[in-house]
């Protein structure tokens, strides 16, 4: 009888230890998956907070770029600048009439197209012609500032006559004399649109209420705190958002969603003045966070009751659990690298940008690379580019473009790449090529484009090109300058044709 008692008490401790050991080891089961389940979900929320980011910011760059470069061209066409230089408006509107019709119907969200003196009076404006001869200066600070600075600025700022993102350059007649600005303005319709296309978000577009004060026509927008509500989807009228804060999860009736409020954008002088709020649905992803809450509890309970029966298959389980989510947070970051991929690459050619171009020249000269393995670069452009462009478009120019990105690219090698500079001008990095052959492959890259029929409009296409050996004495800037200068012997001496500097052996 004894014995029993003694033995009863011993099986009683033993349980209660396994009791209080599995109930330390469930409490800290149901922790640690409720925080992983809930970083998931963080990560994921990121991940496309952080496009609907990148999207935004490739947005502007672009629109900067191609823009920049259409005013660059304009404001080298001697009777443009000469219509300006005289203020002879109707001649500048008949210059350029067909231009803009065109340009707005390939940009629907292209408003403004405004010539203005060097003391901020309208000359001309394409979009409203029957108003000219004002000054801006109170009014237009972006145009008083370039007028002043004789530098291109770019940002959003509302006009009398419209609310726009505003590409603004200083004109410079041939013996470059300062005459003038011309601008360019897209509507707030032109990033929502592009947020939206690829995002699949609802956007709402809302403009510092005291900017719209210089607006010559009425307006009667919602006011939000100390902004006015310009364009929103239906959606947001049926959400409760805290403005307050720049990212929240809601819920409600119709499904989770996830509200994204400081997106920006700025004005010339990087005040914050027009606002995007980003709606997008997260109910699927919601969903499977609490399916996988409501997963980790059931199994948690599951390992509890039946710990000593289960204790292989609960392991096990864990452990595939564990994996899952180590491969949420894999795609995760491959789709973080997928977006900024898209980053580096220039839009219309899928050449790399310069922003890459950049980055893996400064990587190249700081890293020692160059004294044991030979890089050689090509630099090229098209010869006459600009009369591609003027006979027959800069939509047939943007084809060229393309095609010859592909022609090019047909000849590379395993790590060869080409970057895009800027308007028709590349650069191909040569990896593990001497001086010698560089040339060479140069040579076959002109041949090429010299024989090909793959150019729209049966187009005789040429190159002029440059090739030097990169030197880690030097720096990326006079490796560049020592290109401009053989390009430029190469121009002068005829174009189609490759210039490089003389060969040691």
């Given amino acids: ?28 089961n149901m922790l640690f998956m409720y925080h992983q389940n809930k970083n998931l979900l963080a990560s994921e929320l990121d991940a496309l907070h952080q496009k609907v980011e990148d999207s935004f910011q490739y947005s502007i760059e672009d629109l900067n770029e191609r823009f920049g470069l259409l005013i660059a061209h304009y404001t080298q066409m001697p009777e443009i600048t000469k219509a300006i230089e005289q203020k002879n408006r109707d001649k500048l509107q008949r210059l350029v009439e067909a231009d803009y019709q065109t340009l707005k119907q390939q940009e629907p969200n292209l408003y403004v197209m405004h010539f203005f003196d060097t003391k901020n009076v309208t000359i001309l404006r394409m979009h409203k012609p029957e108003s ?27 006009g009398k006559n419209g609310i726009t993102y505003r590409i603004t350059t200083p004109v410079f007649n041939p013996q470059h004399h300062h005459i ?5 303005g897209v509507r707030p319709a032109y990033f929502s649109e592009r947020l939206k296309q690829r995002n699949d978000v609802a956007v709402r577009t809302l403009v510092k209420t005291t900017s719209l004060k210089s607006l010559t026509y009425q307006t009667h927008f919602k006011q939000i705190n100390d902004y006015s509500v310009v364009m929103s989807d239906p959606i947001f009228n049926q959400l409760s958002i805290d403005h307050q804060h720049s990212k929240q999860v809601i819920e409600n009736d119709d499904g989770v969603y996830l509200v994204l409020s400081n997106i920006f954008l700025n004005s010339y002088d990087d005040r914050p003045i027009l606002q995007f709020q980003i709606i997008k649905n997260i109910s699927g992803s919601y969903a499977e966070y609490k399916r996988n809450n409501q997963m980790y509890i ?61 980055q893996v020249m400064n990587e190249l000269y700081s890293g020692g690379e160059l004294t044991n393995t030979p890089y ?22 943007d084809e060229v473009l393309i095609e010859l990105t592909k022609e090019i690219k047909s000849h590379f090698r395993d790590g060869d790449q080409l970057f895009r500079w800027g308007g028709e001008e590349f650069f191909a990095l040569l990896a593990d090529t001497p001086l010698s052959q560089a040339i060479s492959i140069a040579e076959r890259f002109r041949v090429s484009v010299q024989n090909s029929h793959r150019w729209p409009e049966n187009i005789h296409l040429t190159i002029s090109l440059s090739v030097v050996q990169l030197q880690q004495s030097e720096s990326p800037e006079s490796m560049q300058h020592r290109l401009d200068e053989l390009l430029y ?12 500097e003389s060969l040691k052996y």
Avoid: C, W
Avoid at 148 to 158: D, I, L, Y
Avoid at 377 to 397: A, C, E, P, R
């Fill in 132 to 158: 000219y001869n004002d000054d801006l200066t109170d009014i237009r600070p972006i145009v008083d500032e370039v007028n002043r600075t004789k530098t291109q600025m770019s940002g959003f700022e509302p």
């Fill in 489 to 500: 012997e190469a121009k002068a001496s005829g174009r189609n044709q490759v210039k490089h």
């Fill in 298 to 358: 059931t199994l948690s309970l599951a390992t509890y009751a039946f710990f000593l029966l289960f204790l292989y298959v609960v392991f096990q389980r864990f452990q595939n659990n564990l994996h899952q989510a180590i491969e949420l947070l894999r795609n995760s970051e491959r789709h973080r690298r997928k977006v900024t991929d898209m980053s580096l690459k220039d839009e219309l050619t899928q050449a790399f940008n310069r922003r890459y171009f950049n």
């Fill in 376 to 397: 050689s670069m090509v630099f090229f452009d098209i010869d006459h580019f600009k009369q591609v462009n003027d006979t027959h478009g800069h939509l047939i120019g």
């Fill in 180 to 184: 003038g600005v011309l601008e360019f």
């Fill in 1 to 28: 009888m004894s014995h029993k008692s003694i033995q009863i008490p011993s099986v009683s401790i033993i349980f209660s230890v396994i009791s209080v050991l599995v109930s330390i080891a469930f409490a800290i």
